[in-house]
């Protein structure tokens, strides 16, 4: 169960960017115009870049809890309870840095998923093309 938590976020995360990725795609099929799925890629790409601000917090938040860790290995206290938190303090620092890690992972994958729709996703889409009126000039007229 803890496994299921600690990777629904990302989860999520992929299942949203692959159907937003569909999304665009029927669109721009729908509408015949295959560079409506290239601007769906750019816009996917801008959410990535924004999502960075979301790494940020959450650095920030792995920074004041690794913090917090240190000051408790730091107190005075007897050998033995101090090996044991020193073993949680690294457990626990071990765990942030795969949690960073997982981020990273993530708005990485974002990104390059959104790069390669902006550049390729025309492709995935036939375009419709319009039957040209043929104008019949004067000259072309049959003759009676």
């Not at 240190?70 to 044991?84: D, F, I, N, Y």
Request: charge should be neutral.
């Amino acid at each position: 169960m803890d496994w299921v938590r600690a990777h629904t976020t990302y989860f999520l995360c992929g299942a949203m960017t692959l159907t937003y990725c569909a999304f665009f795609v029927g669109l721009a099929t729908i509408l015949g115009d295959p560079h409506m799925a290239n601007r769906g890629g750019a816009l996917l790409s801008a959410f990535g870049a924004a999502a960075v601000v979301w790494q940020v917090s959450r650095e920030m938040n792995l920074e004041i809890k690794n913090a917090t860790d240190e000051s408790a290995v730091g107190a005075k206290m007897p050998p033995l309870a101090q090996e044991t938190i020193e073993r949680i303090v690294r457990g626990r620092y071990e765990m942030r840095r795969l949690e960073r890690m997982k981020v990273v992972i993530t708005i990485a994958g974002i990104l390059v998923i959104g790069e390669l729709m902006h550049g390729w996703a025309d492709y995935l889409v036939p375009e419709r093309h319009q039957q040209a009126e043929r104008v019949v000039l004067h000259s072309d007229a049959p003759r009676r």
